[in-house]
C-alpha cells in the first residue's frame, strides 16, 4: 500500500506568482492559486508544484559552480529540443552558458533555478 498518492514540490523564489506562471505555461498545467507568498499549478493527474515566496536574502543557485547549490532541478521530458527551447526562450527562461550534455539542454528559470530540457 502506498502511503502518498503523488508527490508535490515546493520552490522557494522571490515572485511565486511569476513562477507559477512560467511553469505552468512550460508544463501546460493549470495555475491553481496565486498570492504575494504563494504560487501552485497542478496536472490534470494531481502532480503539483508549488512556489513559496522568500522575500528577504534569496539568492538564485549558481550552476554548475556549487557557491550556491541548486537545491533541485527540474527535468523536463520533451520530443524536440530547439522547438522546446524556442518556446521556454519565449517563456521567459535564459539558455545557460555551460551545457554539459548533447540529449539536454540547461536552462534557467525567472527565478534562477536550473532546469532541463530532455530527449530519451
Known amino acids: 500500500m502506498a502511503i502518498a498518492r503523488y508527490p508535490s514540490f515546493v520552490?522557494?523564489?522571490p515572485d511565486p506568482a511569476a513562477l507559477a506562471a512560467f511553469y505552468g505555461a512550460l508544463l501546460d498545467w493549470k495555475v491553481e492559486e496565486s498570492s504575494p507568498d504563494w504560487g501552485q499549478i497542478?496536472?490534470?493527474n494531481?502532480?503539483?508544484?508549488?512556489?513559496?515566496a522568500v522575500k528577504e536574502g534569496y539568492t538564485p543557485p549558481v550552476w554548475p559552480d556549487q557557491q550556491v547549490p541548486q537545491q533541485m532541478h527540474l527535468d523536463v521530458i520533451v520530443d524536440n529540443l530547439d522547438a522546446a527551447e524556442a518556446a521556454?526562450?519565449?517563456?521567459?527562461a535564459v539558455k545557460h552558458e555551460y551545457?554539459?550534455?548533447t540529449t539536454f539542454r540547461v536552462f534557467l528559470d525567472p527565478a534562477g533555478h536550473p532546469f532541463c530540457?530532455?530527449?530519451?
Open 46 to 52: 494531481g502532480n503539483c508544484i508549488s512556489f513559496q
Open 88 to 92: 521556454v526562450l519565449e517563456l521567459g
Open 11 to 13: 520552490i522557494d523564489c
Open 117 to 120: 530540457l530532455c530527449v530519451n
Open 99 to 101: 551545457q554539459p550534455g
Open 42 to 44: 497542478r496536472a490534470d
